[in-house]
């Protein structure tokens, strides 16, 4: 059996054991676990989540009303082509539909009914959203000011100020420098 010098024995039963290296480090993984649990506690408890919809039931019961607008949209040929110039701070377009729309019974639906609502939801911050209203000329084109569109892939949805049809599609900006969406691209299977 060997037996250990005078030196090496007095030195490691004299020193404390904070003064080794290797209760720290063993002590340093359970230490930095606590320290992500505690920051992760307090994302949780500091930040909203604001993907879940708080009224989900009534969204689901909607959506036979919003198919509707989908199929209005497709009988009409309902089209529009949409493209960002960052420089000059516009979004620019065309709303082209095949046939008109139903006329309408009074002065203010017959506004309403020209006004084209466009709608860019960005995919994870509804801060970021934006609701632009235009009124299309009579060849459909238009131009609405837009200070900044952040990187990202946009949820564009773009309807009539009737709410009697829309379009909807994703554009995923710069990538795509502009948009086409026509009703017949996601028309149903029949």
Do not use: C
């Not at 909607?62 to 493209?83: C, F, P, S, V």
């Amino acid at each position: 059996m060997q037996t250990m010098s005078p030196k090496f024995a007095s030195t490691a039963a004299a020193a404390p054991w904070y003064r080794h290296r290797w209760p720290w480090l063993l002590m340093a993984g359970p230490a930095v676990v606590v320290v992500a649990g505690v920051f992760t506690a307090w994302l949780a408890i500091s930040r909203a989540d604001a993907l879940v919809a708080d009224d989900y039931y009534k969204q689901g019961k909607a959506i036979n009303k919003d198919l509707r607008r989908d199929h209005e949209a497709q009988r009409l040929g309902a089209a529009i082509g949409i493209a960002y110039d960052p420089a000059a701070g516009v979004l620019r377009g065309r709303l082209q539909l095949r046939q008109p729309a139903p006329q309408a019974q009074s002065q203010l639906a017959d506004q309403a009914s020209r006004t084209l609502i466009l709608n860019l939801v960005h995919p994870t911050q509804p801060s970021k959203d934006r609701t632009l209203q235009v009124q299309p000329a009579a060849d459909g084109s238009f131009s609405v000011p837009l200070v900044e569109m952040e990187q990202a892939r946009w949820r564009l949805v773009a309807e009539d100020g009737s709410h009697v049809w829309r379009l909807h599609g994703t554009w995923a900006w710069p990538q795509q420098r502009s948009m086409e969406m026509n009703a017949e691209a996601y028309a149903p299977a029949e």
